[in-house]
């Protein structure tokens, strides 16, 4: 006779646990994960899994269904309407916890139902008691008519916009959107802190059922709001190829989970060499910023947006920076309006979040002329002060050649003291306003006794000289409006000392305050 003790019969309460749970998987649903992968999608779960750590999982109303018994039989519920078209819960990145939220696409076209917007709401509610960062991939149709058996009228109270929204500032919230993404699933990608998106991405405050109920036409999906126009006007932070959202969703996310151990820095004697002497010599900045900060951390949001303006996050010795660059490739790096809208919006990003800003300088000062007036520009240009002004994390500035005007102002918080260290490099040069034009408006009735055109442009060139001798980075540390002229190598480590002396307790604490939507 066998000692052996067969398995135990499983328990017909358990049988019943897994069969359900089972209907749940994506499994259960094979041509309708087959179709979304023909078209190169994944499903929420698919999603969720490649974001967390493998195991690290725990989910919240995985068993609900639409509210929709009133009108379908339970077998179509448990098949159609799997978790409500939202799986989420609370998970670990990098042995991070955090919080992750998917509307799924194969349930009803990832549309918000009344129980879906419950579990939501729980979710939220959690990330607000434990100040989880939290991703949400957002895609979806909208809020869904047809819950029955919930009693409704006007659907309007739902708590879960307000409550997502309230985060701002206080927990990081990143959004991925990868399809359609529409109406009050837009709305949930708007409000988050940095937008993912990638080439199938449609994004717009209504569907094309809404365009066409309002009398405005017939609009494809993808037309709506195309990743290319979303990336022009600023609303989506990255722009990644689709098999790269959840990669770029992790790398964003790692920038808000605390400093790094293991960091490489760049060979720093390049920078010597970086800027062009010339005043009216372009470059591109970005290999800069690259080499101040540690190897392979930094990503650039909204690229597409005033570009004249770069925008990213790095790390300088391990701790998240963020970065604010005039680009003289475009607009010669002047301040436009769009630009004082990134940068401020940008800066509040890294007050909220506890992220030093390093601001690098070399601008001719706000753009003038009256079609840039026409751009609402005095009113947008001046956020960026507010932004600077008001900031409670450290800022460094750095004068890599102009400063000059209420531009350069702008970027060092309002003045050359208004950052814990402005520093100069050594063909910088600051003043009111572009030196040349000063000599112009200055000189002008000097200029205009000069008859001869070649000798009153000699003239202005022998004046330019005098006037950048004058305003150049020696002789204004030498009446003490910057702190020191350094030289372009030494630049990371003074700079990643000053944050250091700044943050005592080894990591810095974010006001918490709203950061706006633009």
Same mark, same amino acid.
């Given at each position: ?121 729980? /979710? %939220?509610?959690?990330? @607000? +008691?434990?100040? =989880?960062?939290?991703?949400?991939? *957002?895609?979806?149709? &909208? !809020?869904?008519? #047809? ?46 802190? /940095? %937008?993912?998106?990638? @080439? +199938?991405?449609? =994004?717009?405050?209504?569907?094309? *059922?809404?365009?066409? &109920? !309002?009398?405005? #036409? ?301």
């Amino acid at each position: 006779m066998s000692d052996a003790n067969p398995d135990p019969p499983v328990r017909a309460d358990l049988l019943r646990l897994l069969a359900r749970r089972a209907l749940t998987e994506d499994a259960a649903r094979p041509e309708a994960v087959a179709r979304l992968h023909a078209r190169g999608g994944r499903t929420a779960r698919e999603d969720v899994a490649a974001l967390v750590d493998e195991g690290s999982f725990v989910e919240y109303g995985r068993f609900v269904t639409a509210a929709q018994e009133r009108r379908r039989d339970l077998d179509d519920l448990l098949d159609r309407t799997v978790a409500d078209g939202i799986v989420g819960g609370l998970a670990t990145v990098d042995g991070h916890a955090c919080a992750v939220l998917s509307y799924d696409y194969l349930v009803m076209a990832g549309t918000q139902g009344m129980r879906g917007h419950r579990k939501t709401d729980r /979710l %939220l509610d959690l990330v @607000e +008691r434990t100040e =989880l960062p939290t991703v949400f991939f *957002a895609a979806g149709g &909208g !809020g869904r008519p #047809g819950d029955t058996d919930v009693p409704l009228v006007s659907a309007l109270d739902v708590p879960t916009f307000a409550a997502w929204a309230r985060l701002s500032g206080r927990v990081p919230r990143i959004a991925v959107v990868t399809d359609n993404c529409f109406a009050g699933n837009a709305v949930v990608a708007g409000c988050a802190d /940095l %937008l993912v998106a990638t @080439e +199938r991405a449609s =994004l717009g405050m209504g569907g094309p *059922a809404m365009i066409a &109920g !309002g009398g405005l #036409g017939d609009v494809a999906a993808a037309d709506v709001g195309p990743l290319d126009v979303m990336v022009a006007n600023g609303v989506v932070d990255l722009a990644v190829p689709h098999d790269e959202a959840v990669p770029a969703a992790r790398r964003l996310l790692r920038y808000f989970l605390g400093p790094v151990a293991d960091w490489t820095a760049p060979d720093q004697a390049w920078l010597r060499d970086a800027v062009p002497e010339g005043e009216r010599t372009s470059y591109d900045v970005l290999p800069v910023v690259e080499t101040l900060c540690d190897e392979d951390s930094v990503t650039v949001l909204r690229e597409g947006f005033a570009p004249e303006l770069l925008t990213a996050l790095g790390r300088l010795e391990g701790r998240t920076v963020g970065v604010v660059a005039n680009d003289t490739r475009h607009s010669a790096g002047a301040i436009t309006a769009d630009a004082g809208d990134k940068a401020a919006r940008f800066l509040q990003l890294c007050d909220a979040h506890g992220f030093p800003v390093v601001s690098l300088v070399d601008t001719p000062g706000m753009m003038v002329g009256p079609e840039a007036e026409r751009t609402g520009l005095v009113r947008h240009t001046a956020r960026l002060l507010i932004a600077g002004a008001q900031l409670s994390v450290p800022l460094v500035g750095v004068v890599l050649r102009r400063g000059y005007g209420l531009g350069a102002q702008a970027m060092l918080g309002g003045s050359t003291h208004q950052p814990l260290a402005t520093l100069a490099w050594p063909g910088a040069h600051l003043g009111a306003m572009g030196l040349e034009g000063a000599v112009r408006l200055s000189m002008r009735r000097e200029l205009e006794t000069i008859e001869d055109v070649d000798a009153r442009e000699a003239r202005v060139r022998e004046l330019t000289a005098l006037a950048q001798e004058h305003a150049g980075a020696l002789n204004v540390a030498r009446h003490f409006e910057v702190d020191d002229v350094v030289d372009p190598a030494e630049t990371r480590r003074l700079v990643a000392a000053v944050v250091a002396a700044a943050a005592r307790d080894g990591r810095l604490r974010g006001s918490g305050r709203t950061v706006d939507t633009w």
